[in-house]
């Protein structure tokens, strides 16, 4: 018959079996919740990490080499449509401070600076219109005289080719469906593109003083020559700094054409996104 110290000592082994059971025995419902937990917060931890990775990328891209930007007027008609989405090179023109968002870090000048041709299409950041990003073509280059006669485009006093090649059908300026003369011109370097004119060449714009374009600035002009606020407009213009450029608009990767309310406005929204038919011959088309 066993005796209480007896008892006592196999009580004793009994508990010191249960304390060297191995962790995985002895808790396992507690030790896998926390497990679980540990899981969970690894898994979080890298999707963070890869959305950080990601904004990262994607806002080097932003700054150093692409950036998308819409066409929301019809200044470039034709080359360019409202409705457009056209990508934009950072590095054709080197980087100012507008190249970087918000405008985050401020400086003045450019760096790794490259110059921009005659005829090229550029986005450039219009300080007389509240900061707004603005998309036209080169015309003129610093130190040269730009004027328009009769609709025709003059550089130093030479007029640009300008050859009628048949009409464009366009709703501008007054939101009606109509065919407008439409032309090609021949910049000085060899560069083509077409031209419209919504006014048949009466428009004011069609008719301007001699302007002579400062050192450092360029003069900026748009296709729709009768429609577009651009460099002839000193006001809301004027001749554009080098510092102010964005970037070269290089192709365009996709284009809708805008649903407008009764005053021709283009709508925004989800709505009208959805709405809006895709014009697919222009998706991936160069822009030159």
Do not use: C
């Amino acid at each position: 018959m066993p005796t209480s110290d007896n008892l006592q000592k196999r009580r004793g082994e009994g508990q010191a079996v249960a304390s060297a059971l191995p962790p995985e025995t002895e808790g396992r419902p507690m030790f896998g919740a926390r497990a679980r937990r540990r899981k969970s917060r690894g898994f979080l931890l890298e999707i963070v990490i890869v959305l950080v990775q990601a904004l990262v990328i994607a806002m080097a891209v932003r700054t150093f080499a692409f950036q998308s930007f819409n066409i929301p007027s019809g200044s470039l008609i034709p080359s360019l449509l409202p409705g457009d989405y056209v990508f934009v090179s950072k590095y054709a023109y080197g980087y100012s401070k507008y190249s970087f968002p918000f405008d985050a870090i401020d400086f003045s000048g450019r760096i790794f600076a490259s110059e921009p041709k005659r005829g090229d299409i550029a986005v450039f950041r219009n300080d007389r219109d509240g900061g707004k990003d603005y998309i036209k073509r080169v015309i003129g280059l610093p130190g040269e005289r730009i004027r328009m006669t009769d609709a025709v485009l003059f550089i130093n006093d030479k007029p640009v080719k300008k050859e009628l090649i048949g009409s464009y059908e366009t709703d501008k300026p007054n939101h009606v469906l109509r065919k407008v003369p439409l032309y090609r011109e021949t910049l000085p370097n060899g560069v083509t593109y077409t031209t419209i004119e919504v006014e048949d060449g009466r428009a004011y714009l069609s008719n301007t003083s001699e302007y002579v374009v400062p050192p450092g600035h360029y003069f900026m002009m748009g296709d729709n020559r009768e429609d577009s606020q651009d460099s002839r407009v000193p006001s809301r213009v004027g001749f554009v700094p080098f510092e102010n450029f964005i970037g070269k608009a290089e192709r365009v990767y996709f284009s809708t054409e805008l649903v407008t309310d009764d005053t021709g406005r283009p709508q925004t929204g989800l709505g009208s996104l959805l709405s809006s038919k895709v014009r697919w011959e222009r998706v991936l088309l160069s822009v030159h």
